[in-house]
Structure formats: structure tokens, C-alpha cells
């Protein structure tokens, strides 16, 4: 069975950093796109980056570009979302997802909230 | 501003068809294949429809997708008040080299 589990949320004031990770069990993870893609309070899904299966390709909304940086262990099954300077507008719920085909997600996590408030 | 539009809300009562259009241009839809997504606060999303018009395993036929040139449809015949929930579309864009997704649709099952 597929997993998902992210970790990592809470939080932050403006300004500050967070880790997010997602440990994936159940699949190759090595051989998959994987996505962030969040939520934020009363507002729409938002895609957030993707990394390549072997980490070489990496691609971000521009609303978080030069301050997120997604990176993944292949050895570990977990991919991270790094999150600097951030700010209220960032605050939503993190959700990692295993990509079937071009933005086609078939398997999520369950969430991880991030706020981001003084 | 979604790069994708969609209307904000549709409704039907139960047992009906609905369809909601997903608009966007030629460095989107009509260059990518488009998914559609169910979606309740608080939830995981779930994908009901990905590659334009294919159903994952376990979502019932009663899902459809079409596309034609920069439009997408999801179609929902036989509503049933679970389907209730937000819909999203969502596709990549070349001009952005980024993912994109519509503002949503909430379906209200009367």
C-alpha cells in the first residue's frame, strides 16, 4: 500500500525557516515525480515544486521561488521541502504527492500545516 | 489569478449531471494532459481523472473527462451528496515551467 506521511509543520514567524518532510513507503520512490502542493486558508490548491525521481530536475511556483528548496533521498524514501524566509501568505497545509503523469497525483499525504505568524 | 479558470460553483440535485469547464491556453491545456481533483478541507486530495479522460482504479464511471483545444470538462453524472466538494483542474505550463491549477468549483448537491 502506498504511504505518505508528512512531517515538520507548525509554527514559524515571518521571517523564519521549516523543514517539511514526506517519508513514502509502498512504491519505487526512486523511480517517481514527486509534487507540493498546499492549500491555504480559504483559498485554492496551490502547486508549490517537483523534483525528478533522481533529484537532477527541480521546478517552483513562482510565489515561492529563491526561498523553498525541494530535495529528496532516494536511500531514505523521503523528500524535504525547505522553506525560508517566510511569510503569512505561506501559511496553508503542505501536501506531498506521488505523480502519475504530468500533475496527475495519485497518492497524498495527509497534510502538514504550516502557519506563519507572529 | 488562476492561470486556469473555472466557475466557482456549480449545483444539481441528486441523481443529475453536472459539468465543470476548465479554461486556459496554449501553454496548458492544449499542450498537456489535464487532471481533475476532488478536494474537502482538511483532506487529502483525491484524483479523479488524470492523461484528460482516464479514471483512476476506484473512481466510478460516473466521472468523465474531455478536452478540446485550450478546454478541459469534467463530467459527473448520478450525484450523489458525497460528491459534494471543492474540483480542481490542473495541468503543467510551459511559459511557466511550473504546475497550475484551476481556482476550483464547489458543487453543492441540492
Known amino acids: 500500500e502506498v504511504q505518505l506521511v508528512e512531517s515538520g509543520g507548525g509554527l514559524v514567524q515571518p521571517g523564519g525557516s521549516l523543514r517539511l518532510s514526506c517519508a513514502a513507503s509502498g512504491f519505487s520512490f526512486s523511480t517517481f515525480w514527486m509534487h507540493w502542493v498546499r492549500r491555504a486558508p480559504g483559498k485554492g490548491l496551490e502547486w508549490v515544486s517537483r523534483?525528478?525521481?533522481?533529484?537532477?530536475?527541480?521546478n517552483y511556483a513562482d510565489s515561492v521561488k529563491g526561498r523553498f528548496t525541494v530535495s529528496r533521498d532516494n536511500a531514505k524514501n523521503t523528500m524535504y521541502l525547505q522553506m525560508n524566509s517566510l511569510r503569512a501568505d505561506d501559511t496553508a497545509v503542505y501536501y506531498c504527492g506521488k505523480d502519475l503523469h504530468i500533475l496527475g497525483v495519485d497518492h497524498w499525504g495527509q497534510g502538514t500545516l504550516v502557519t506563519v505568524s507572529s | 489569478q488562476s492561470v486556469l479558470t473555472q466557475p466557482p460553483s456549480v449545483s444539481a440535485a441528486p441523481g443529475q449531471r453536472v459539468t465543470i469547464s476548465c479554461s486556459g491556453g496554449s501553454s496548458n491545456i492544449r499542450s498537456y494532459d489535464v487532471s481533475w481533483y476532488q478536494h474537502l478541507p482538511g483532506r487529502a486530495p483525491k484524483l479523479v481523472i488524470y492523461d484528460d479522460n482516464k479514471r483512476p482504479s476506484g473512481i466510478p464511471d460516473r466521472f468523465s473527462g474531455s478536452k478540446s483545444g485550450t478546454s478541459a470538462t469534467l463530467g459527473i453524472t448520478g450525484l450523489q451528496t458525497g460528491d459534494e466538494a471543492d474540483y480542481y483542474c490542473?495541468?503543467?505550463?510551459?511559459?511557466?515551467?511550473?504546475?497550475?491549477f484551476g481556482g476550483g468549483t464547489k458543487l453543492t448537491v441540492l
Open positions: 523534483i525528478k525521481y533522481d533529484g537532477t530536475t527541480t
Open positions: 490542473g495541468t503543467w505550463d510551459s511559459g511557466l515551467s511550473a504546475g497550475v
